[in-house]
């Protein structure tokens, strides 16, 4: 484990700052890399701030990377949204210092554990093409490509994608 991975604690749970911090990660990374714009970050900020009134439900959870008293990272998993006992991965993101550092597979893997402890069937997230880091990382905890279509739905044209993982059955 890197010296900057120890500093760095995960936590659950609303913070104070939440909601603009991951909003201002996705924003300014999607900005720098994609060229998304107001429809994107407006869009994040608007879902998270939605689903930061229903994370008292214990379906429903969120992880943040912090270090130094400052949201570096996050995950979250909707147990809600898709209703049939499946789970949505949402706002997975880092800060650019912390990229390549081990953090988000920390996070992903509490999420996952989350995942597995709710007994949800299935868990599924939505993303585009050209994501390869986080597409790897994805595959390596089980996750599928199960859909890939031209959407609009992050402000402009571009291969979007599900991707599925189904609950490991004991057996």
Known sequence: MSDL????AIVTGFRPGMIGRITQMHGE????HYGFGHFFESKVASGLAE???RLEKPCNRVWLAVQG???VGSVAIDGEDLGNNQAHLRWFI??????GSGI???LLNEAMAFCDSQ???A??????????????LYESFGFTLHKEWQGDQWGRMMTEQQFSRQQARAG
């Open 29 to 32: 990374y999607y900005a720098k």
């Open 104 to 106: 988000g597979r920390r």
């Open 5 to 8: 991975t120890m500093r760095i």
């Open 94 to 99: 880092l800060d650019d210092s912390c990229r």
């Open 51 to 53: 689903f930061s009134g």
């Open 123 to 136: 868990v599924q997230l939505w993303t585009f093409s050209g994501l390869n880091a986080a597409r790897r």
């Open 69 to 71: 008293g400052q949201i």
């Open 119 to 121: 007994g949800f069937s």
